[in-house]
């Protein structure tokens, strides 16, 4: 009999010291809406997506590399300096195709970092839930699910796509994690209502974009598969992986 | 119009440092089994409790304070040194009436001591969970809902609990809060289950008790609203607070 592996989740940043990430495959999430940005950009055919910390680097990025673009955003709109923002609704393929996005968010770039030590790194969002769920089934290793949450704060979007992974792998691992569990339970609440935006209506992430005029963006990352690709981390940048189907 | 005030939810000690507590009202949430077990004792009959951080604190207390026991727990089992442990069970009104219980824990004990700068610190556990609902929206303050979680990690019992307070007094306060959104869609989440304890039957501190033998206590802290107190902290020990009625 094979031993499932565990699968975790990790509902801050500010909680990632109780994780051990070694070894281990990390899905960063951040819904709204950095790893959704990464998500689409990949699939319009960009070369690759470089995440990086600080907007100064990002701006040095951007200046020193051929056929490439600087990209983030800070507290939810485009940063001084950099020439575009987070909102995946910018990169459509006629524009990034080709491409290398350097890109700083808040905090979903910042996570990345902070997980350096795992043995793979991928990029979550409703918008690619299934092929991450296929890919961490097909590695058969342990997983932790980061959320990046906002300023440290759990939010509910990055919770629930963590909890739709949990529903959808969980015959697969074995789970004893509160937070998996909570997560889970958040997506069952979710599935009784008629789509996960109006779920998470009621979330502050939700209202301070919708303030930014951002709600088609709030559409756009809660639509569930329309991306089938992985992106991973390989050499500091976000490629696509091929898909393993099982 | 009277502005609502705020209500929070800290999934745990390890984020208390993003919320602000100070003039707020705080309840310490220890659900397996600290509050569960402070609740017991004072409506008990208990003369007072008095929450001490470390074993050999308690001791000394327990040495020096006329008609008093100690009692406590480490990793789920009574801790070397103490008399009793932390269930709610070894409470019963015949055996604790009139006495001062010192009592120190893994999780419950240590978060009440780092929100001293609050105005008003409650005890909340199933057992007292409209009293405690009564007593906010009486007050009339902001509050914080903190969940003493296990070892800084966030569990499903004591964010399960918030999740009940906020349903309960959602229409009185302005809740601006993703960790106060997911509580209390695990709380409805949970109503669909046939009770409580089936709810949290995935949880790791169930099988932590379970394991234990101590399957009849996590019964016990599952049931609703048999202790109608509240009990408050004055003058470094717990009482009970006359319950305000609304």
New interface residues.
């Given amino acids: 009999m094979t031993v499932k592996k565990n699968l975790e989740v990790c509902?801050?940043p500010?909680?990632l010291h109780?994780y051990d990430t070694k070894g281990k495959v990390v899905v960063i999430i951040d819904i709204f809406r950095a790893t959704s940005t990464i998500t689409a950009a990949l699939a319009n055919g960009a070369e690759k997506v470089v995440p990086v910390a600080s907007v100064e680097e990002c701006i040095a990025l951007g200046a020193s590399t051929p056929n490439s673009i600087t990209a983030g955003e800070r507290n939810g709109q485009v940063a001084p300096g950099l020439q575009y923002g987070n909102s995946p609704l910018e990169y459509p393929e006629e524009f990034i195709s080709g491409k290398i996005l350097n890109l700083t968010t808040t905090n979903g770039t910042r996570l990345l970092h902070q997980v350096e030590d795992a043995d793979t790194i991928i990029i979550g969002s409703f918008l690619n839930l299934s092929a991450v769920c296929d890919f961490l089934i097909a590695q058969d290793k342990d997983v932790l699910l980061g959320c990046a949450s906002?300023?440290?704060?759990?939010?509910?979007e990055d919770?629930l796509f963590a909890g739709a992974v949990v529903r959808k792998v969980q015959s697969y691992f074995d789970i004893?994690?509160?937070?998996a569990?909570?997560a889970g339970?958040?997506y069952?609440?979710?599935l009784r209502r008629p789509d996960l935006l109006s779920?998470l209506k009621?979330?502050?992430?939700y209202?301070r974009l919708a303030n930014f005029g951002l709600l088609k963006d709030l559409e756009y990352c809660t639509q569930v598969d329309i991306h089938p690709v992985v992106p991973i981390l390989k050499n500091n940048a976000l490629v696509l992986e091929k898909v393993t189907t099982i």
């Fill in positions: 509902f801050s500010a909680l109780l906002w300023k440290d704060r759990p939010n509910m919770n004893k994690c509160d937070s569990m909570i339970s958040m069952d609440d979710a779920y009621v979330g502050s992430h209202e």
